[in-house]
Structures are given as C-alpha cells and as structure tokens.
C-alpha cells in the first residue's frame, strides 16, 4: 500500500465533467475516480419533500471520488476548483457550485477474488 494517500470529493454541475476529467488527465493526475449521480440542495429550504414531490431546491449533480497520492493532491484540487465551475455566458448554466472535501487515507484495502487452487 502506498502511504500518504488522500481522498478527493468534489461535487460538480453534470456538465463540467467531461472537462474535468480531461483536465486531470492532461495534468498528469492519475487515480480511480469514482462517479455518483446526486441531488444537492439547502437544507432549511421548504421544497424538499414537499407534498406534491417538487425538490425545486435540488440540483442535479455528479459527485467524484478520487483517491490520490500526496503529491498530486494540489494539483487535482486546483484542476478541480478552476474547471468545475458553470460559465455564467453558457447557456442554462447553473448558478449554484459545488463542494470539495479532502480525506486523510489511513489504509485501502484491495477487494479480489480469492485464489484457485490446482487440482
């Protein structure tokens, strides 16, 4: 295992992916990356389960999860702070932002089949 590993969360409007991943790939910023489709919203606003079912404070958005060496940690917060965010001028661009968390690793642990034996 390698030490000094941190976890990347970063939640993101749908339409910035493509252009994050591209960006973290050009910069040299390598790791799995885990997608997740979320709702992100307020919590003290009323819309949320309300009783017609509107979530109108609830945005549409992709959470990804990336686990990177300490070296690379900047330079993937960077790629994603600078390349996350909607263009104003877009047309149907998202106001709101997103988030990113950082995550201290202590161990990963491998899932893996376990091994056949020869007959």
């Known amino acids: 295992m390698q030490k000094d590993m941190k ?8 339409s910035r992916l493509d252009v994050v991943r591209a960006e973290l790939a050009r910069r040299g910023v390598w790791g799995k990356l885990t997608l997740t489709d979320v709702q992100q ?7 949320i389960g309300t009783e017609n079912g509107s979530a109108d404070s609830l945005h549409s958005r992709i959470k990804i999860e990336l686990i990177v ?7 993937a917060i ?25 995550l201290h690793i202590d ?6 089949p376990p091994a056949r034996e020869n007959p």
């Open 69 to 75: 060496a300490d070296p690379q940690v900047d330079k």
């Open 41 to 47: 919203g307020e919590t003290h606003k009323s819309s």
């Open 78 to 102: 960077n790629v994603i702070l600078r390349h996350a965010v909607s263009d104003p001028s877009e047309s149907g661009a998202d106001e709101h932002g997103g988030q990113v968390t950082l």
């Open 107 to 112: 161990e990963i642990l491998q899932i893996a």
């Open 7 to 14: 976890k990347i969360e970063a939640v993101i409007p749908p």
